[in-house]
């Protein structure tokens, strides 16, 4: 059973364009909720995170909008830039520091 | 980088055989996590040490073992190998045990022929 389900597989986005990835979960004991960039050949790097306390968090270009009653959050890439073409991981953990991924969501910026 | 170091970073063998994989953590992190990763699937988790102990499993094969040694470093043991077991294996490490960011090493890319 897949604990967090990501939309969508793959996505084309234009150079300045603005970039969604959506992810849903079940579990609400799930209290943390980061995302993870990975380009080829390497490992994923922590993009940014969240806890359930908030709705939104803005880093740079990047954004996290959180539903706790939807139990759903998004990723928002601002000003899409080839160099954000990569593999886009939403993931959540709970008590004892499990994470639980989704399936990825590749990336293509096209300038 | 991430200051997790996974060696080596590739690996070919033939089925039957075993091979280790071998994660040294960051500095100061004493969880460490293996996770599977296979073509176009996400990434699926394995198990989870802390502190030497073991503290979760996951989809881990039967076939497959791993401890951690009282320096932190980690060892992932994958025997009887299959063509099926051909993947990128990660590592991770956090520092903490509740609500710390997992930080991933390069992987290993297993090749099994």
């Known amino acids: 059973q897949q604990q967090v389900k990501q939309s969508p597989q793959s996505l084309i986005v234009q150079k300045g364009g603005i970039s969604i990835i959506n992810c849903a979960y079940e579990n609400t004991a799930f209290d943390y909720f980061p995302w993870y960039q990975q380009f080829p050949g390497k490992g994923p790097a922590l993009l940014i995170a969240i806890r359930p306390d908030v709705s939104e968090k803005k880093e740079g270009r990047f954004t996290i909008s959180f539903n706790k009653s939807a139990k759903q959050f998004s990723l928002h890439i601002m000003d899409s830039q080839p160099g954000d073409s990569a593999t886009y991981f939403c993931?959540?953990?709970?008590?004892?520091?499990?994470?639980?991924f989704g399936t990825g969501t590749s990336l293509t910026v096209i300038p | 980088d991430s200051g997790v170091t996974q060696t080596p970073k590739h690996l070919i063998t033939a089925t039957g055989q075993r091979v280790t994989l071998r994660c040294s953590p960051r500095s100061g992190d004493l969880s460490v996590y293996w996770y599977q990763q296979s073509l176009d699937q996400g990434l699926q988790f394995l198990i989870q040490y802390y502190n030497g102990e073991e503290r979760a499993k996951g989809n881990i094969l039967e076939r497959f073992s791993a401890q951690q040694f009282p320096d932190l470093h980690s060892e992932l043991n994958l025997s009887s190998l299959e063509l099926g077991d051909s993947a990128l294996y990660f590592c991770a490490s956090s520092e903490w045990v509740d609500d710390s960011p997992l930080h991933f090493g390069n992987g290993t890319r297993l090749t099994v022929t």
């Open positions: 993931a959540a953990s709970n008590t004892g520091n499990q994470f639980y």
